[in-house]
Nanobody, 123 residues
Framework: QVQLVESGGGLVQPGGSLRLSCAASGNIFSIGAMAWYRQAQGNQREWVAVISSGGSASYADSVKGRFTISRDNAKNTVYLQMNSLKPEDTAVYYC?????????????????WGQGTPVTVSS
């Protein structure tokens, strides 16, 4: 089975920066779009950013201009560079990966989530 492992979360001061990473492993045939979501305490999970297999990125209005999503296809990894962090960015951040599971002779649709990594922005 495919697994997503996230890392890079932690405590940072307002205005600081943090970079999250999410690495996929397992029986992957191909990876399409990769995305980041976040969920603050008491709130619904919300979409943050997405990047296509070709590298085209889109962002939620709340993070546009501050966050950058990128990917390394050779490593099956997606990143989220977070700059100018605000207390409102405090949440558990989740990676999502879509694509195809192996085997290559009979691929299946893939839509999986990481375990989440917490980010706290506070002075």
């Amino acid at each position: 089975q495919v697994q997503l492992v996230e890392s890079g979360g932690g405590l940072v001061q307002p205005g600081g920066s943090l970079r999250l990473s999410c690495a996929a492993s397992g029986n992957i045939f191909s990876i399409g779009a990769m995305a980041w979501y976040r969920q603050a305490q008491g709130n619904q999970r919300e979409w943050v950013a997405v990047i296509s297999s070709g590298g085209s990125a889109s962002y939620a209005d709340s993070v546009k201009g501050r966050f950058t999503i990128s990917r390394d296809n050779a490593k099956n990894t997606v990143y989220l560079q977070m700059n100018s962090l605000k207390p409102e960015d405090t949440a558990v951040y989740y990676c999502n990966c879509k694509g195809l599971l192996g085997p290559s002779v009979a691929p299946a649709q893939m839509d999986i989530w990481g375990q989440g990594t917490p980010v706290t922005v506070s002075s």
